[in-house]
C-alpha cells in the first residue's frame, strides 16, 4: 500500500517525507527527478503493551510506504504545470497526502506569489478532475461503439458506472466522494483514476502561526472535506527539527514551541485509516505483531495475510480482542468469561482483535 505526497513546489513535501520516513535526503538527491520511497512503521500503543506482556524476541509493526511525488514544475507562463508525466506519477498510489504551504518563508518564494490555502487545494482537485473527465469520456465513447457491435452486460454495466461518475465530476466533486460500492471501485481501479483516491490534506504552518492553525482547519472543514477526505495541520520545519533530537530534548522543545503533540503519528494513522485498513495481532514469545488488512475481511482472508497455507487449510480462529485481553489480564480469564473463543471463517475481523490460527 503506497501513500504518494503531493504539493506544489515549496510546500515542504520532501520536508514531510524524510521526517516520515526517518531519511535523509541531500540535496543533490533531492534535485535529482527520481520520486523517493520508503517503508513507514506505523505506530500502535496496543502492539507496545503487548510486548510489554509477552516480551517476545522480535516486534514487528505493520508498515506502509510513502513517496514523495516529485515533477510538478513552474511552467514558462509562471503558473504551476501539471504536466502528463506527474499526473501518471500520481496514479500508482493508492491515497494522497496533499500539502498545502500556509507557511511564510521569503526565502523561499510561493510558486504563484502569494499563500492561498484554498486556491491551491482546489487547484489540485481541478487537474484531477479534468484529467479523470477525459480518461471517463474517452472509454465513454469507445464502450458506446462497442456495444453496439455486441450486447455485452458487462460492458453495459461498466458503461452504466462511467456514466455516473461522469456525472458527479461534472458537477465538480472529487469522485472519491461519490460512495461507490466496493465492486464500483474494482471496476474503476483499471483506469487508475485520480479524484477518487482518498486524500488527507496537510496543512504546513510554522511555528509563529501556531495561534492560527484552528481558523485554517475550520474553513477547510467547512468547505472541502466530505467522503474520504480528511484534513490535520503540522509544522513541517519543527517536525524536521525535531525528529532530529533525542526523546528529552525533543520534550523540552515541544514545551518552548507549545506543541502537545508531534503531528508525525497522527499523519501515519490518518493514512492508514484512509487506505481503509486496520490491524490484527499474533503474539507469543518469538514474536508480537500487527498485521494489515483492509476492514471487512474475514477471519480466514485474515489468515491468509499471514501465510497463503493458512488461507488453503484455514478451520479456525481462536479470537479476543485487544481491549478485553487488557481487561480480564490473562488468555484463561478471557476464556472463563467468555471472551476468548473460536470463530470460523465468516468471522469478520475487527481492528485490535489478537488472533491464533487454526489449520490443518
Ligand atoms: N518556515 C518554514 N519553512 C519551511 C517549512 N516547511 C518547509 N520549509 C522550507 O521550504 C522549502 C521547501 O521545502 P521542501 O520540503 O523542499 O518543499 P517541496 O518542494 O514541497 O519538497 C525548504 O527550504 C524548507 O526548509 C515550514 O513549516 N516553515
Ligand atoms: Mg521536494
Redesign the pocket.
Known amino acids: 500500500m503506497q501513500i504518494g505526497i503531493v504539493?506544489?513546489?515549496?510546500?515542504?513535501?520532501?520536508?514531510?517525507?524524510?521526517t516520515l520516513t526517518k531519511t535523509h535526503l541531500d540535496p543533490s538527491a533531492?534535485a535529482k527527478a527520481e520520486t523517493h520511497q520508503a517503508v513507514v512503521k506505523v505506530p500502535d500503543k496496543r502492539l507496545e503493551k503487548l510486548t510489554e506482556i509477552f516480551k517476545p524476541l522480535k516486534k514487528t509493526n505493520a508498515a506502509i510506504e510513502f513517496v514523495?511525488v516529485?515533477g510538478l514544475k513552474k511552467g514558462e507562463t509562471g503558473s504551476t504545470q501539471f504536466t502528463n508525466n506527474f499526473l501518471s506519477k500520481v496514479k500508482t498510489n493508492d491515497a494522497l497526502i496533499q500539502?498545502i504551504?500556509?507557511?511564510?518563508?521569503d526565502?523561499?518564494q510561493h510558486p504563484e506569489g502569494k499563500i492561498d490555502m484554498m486556491r491551491d487545494i482546489e487547484s489540485f482537485e481541478t487537474e484531477f478532475i479534468l484529467s479523470d473527465m477525459s480518461i471517463i469520456e474517452k472509454r465513454i465513447q469507445n464502450l458506446k461503439k462497442q456495444i453496439l457491435k455486441m450486447q455485452d452486460d458487462q460492458m453495459k454495466k461498466e458503461l452504466l458506472l462511467l456514466e455516473k461518475s461522469l456525472d458527479f465530476i461534472q458537477r465538480e466533486h472529487p469522485l472519491r466522494e461519490a460512495g461507490f460500492s466496493k465492486e464500483d471501485l474494482q471496476l474503476l481501479r483499471g483506469f487508475q483514476l485520480l479524484s477518487v483516491k482518498p486524500m488527507l490534506i496537510a496543512l504546513?504552518?510554522?511555528?509563529s502561526q501556531i495561534n492560527d492553525t484552528e481558523k485554517f482547519l475550520d474553513q477547510v472543514l467547512k468547505n472541502k472535506v466530505g467522503r474520504n477526505t480528511k484534513v490535520l495541520s503540522?509544522?513541517?520545519?519543527?517536525?524536521?527539527e525535531m525528529s532530529e533530537l533525542s526523546e528529552n530534548e525533543a520534550k523540552d522543545f515541544m514545551k518552548e514551541y507549545n506543541i502537545r503533540e508531534s503531528a508525525l503519528n497522527n499523519i501515519i494513522r490518518e493514512s492508514y485509516e484512509l487506505l481503509g485498513l486496520h490491524s490484527f495481532f499474533t503474539v507469543g514469545e518469538d514474536e508480537c505483531r500487527a498485521w494489515t488488512i483492509k476492514k471487512g475481511m474475514n477471519a480466514q482472508e485474515a489468515s491468509g495475510a499471514i501465510h497463503t497455507d493458512f488461507y488453503n487449510k484455514f478451520i479456525r480462529a481462536e479470537v479476543v480482542h485487544y481491549d478485553d485481553f487488557i481487561k480480564s489480564g490473562s488468555f484463561p480469564k478471557a476464556k472463563e468469561l467468555g471472551l476468548w473463543r473460536l470463530e470460523g471463517k465468516e468471522y469478520i475481523v475487527k481492528d485490535g482483535d489478537i488472533i491464533s490460527v487454526r489449520h490443518s
Open positions: 504539493g506544489l513546489p515549496f510546500s515542504g513535501k520532501s520536508t514531510l517525507f524524510q533531492l514523495d516529485i500539502v504551504r500556509i507557511f511564510e518563508n526565502l523561499v504546513n504552518f510554522d511555528e503540522f509544522f513541517g520545519k519543527i517536525e524536521m
